[in-house]
């Protein structure tokens, strides 16, 4: 079973501060998807990092997959309040049906 | 522009209850998911399906069936429901074609209570 840890489970910062939020595996994945999920609703993709190194970035949001393929992480710089929910890293196996392994998440919350 | 569409949104059941949870996608994917959400443990998949008429067993199966009669709907049973089933039901759908990275596309959920 392939396991993917994230880190910090939780983190509540100020409008303006920056994070980290870092996704580990013992595993080597084909592509590392970061999804955002709002209470309520699904998760919903952000990105997807696919080859070793990869650097990708989002208005604010800075994805790297690291360079062995069983690492991601996710930086916001100046965090909005608009950025609170919870962000899921998976990592995306090699078989068929593209099953993805889900990490435990990381719940952000942004105040003013 | 519906997407993924999960019903029902929310149920309580008694133990030993049996109910179906129904996905229908209009994206015309291939690929059919089911997950659940507890706090703390992120999805884990349930079962998933690569086509109509194939399913087949993901992460945590138990207590679950599942059947793919058409290629937009994807079926979720629990025969004889149980607390520890009590959690939060995810389905997602995605494109078969293409190269990897492709996303998952999800419902919003089908929160469920076993009492």
């Known amino acids: 079973t392939q396991l993917l840890e994230q880190s910090p489970q939780f983190l509540s910062i100020q409008e303006g501060e920056n994070l980290t939020v870092y996704c580990n595996s013992s595993?080597?994945?084909?592509?590392l998807q970061w999804y955002r999920q709002e209470p309520g609703e699904g998760p919903v993709l952000l990105v997807t990092?696919?080859?070793?190194?990869e650097v990708k970035k989002l208005k604010r949001l800075t994805f790297q997959f690291g360079d062995a393929r069983k690492d991601s992480s996710l930086h916001i710089t100046a965090a909005q309040p608009g950025d609170t929910g919870l962000y899921l890293c998976?990592?995306?196996?090699?078989?068929?049906?593209?099953?993805?392994?889900f990490g435990t998440g990381t719940r952000l919350q942004v105040t003013l | 522009n519906a997407g993924v569409t999960q019903t029902p949104k929310f149920r309580v059941l008694k133990t030993g209850q049996s109910m179906t949870l129904l996905c229908a996608q209009d994206?015309?994917?291939?690929?059919m998911y089911w997950y659940r959400q507890d706090p703390g443990m992120g999805l884990r998949l349930i079962h998933y399906?690569?086509?109509?008429?194939?399913?087949a067993k993901g992460e945590v199966p138990d207590g679950y069936n599942v059947s793919r009669l058409k290629k937009q709907n994807f079926l979720l049973g629990l025969e004889s429901a149980a607390p520890s089933q009590t959690s939060v039901y995810f389905c997602?759908?995605?494109?078969?074609?293409?190269?990897?990275?492709?996303?998952?596309?999800f419902g919003d959920g089908t929160r469920l209570s076993i009492l």
């Open positions: 997602a759908s995605r494109t078969g074609r293409g190269t990897l990275g492709r996303p998952q596309h």
């Open positions: 595993s080597v994945f084909s592509s």
């Open positions: 990092v696919v080859t070793g190194g």
């Open positions: 998976a990592g995306e196996g090699t078989g068929t049906a593209s099953k993805l392994t």
């Open positions: 994206m015309n994917h291939e690929y």
């Open positions: 399906s690569v086509g109509e008429g194939t399913t």
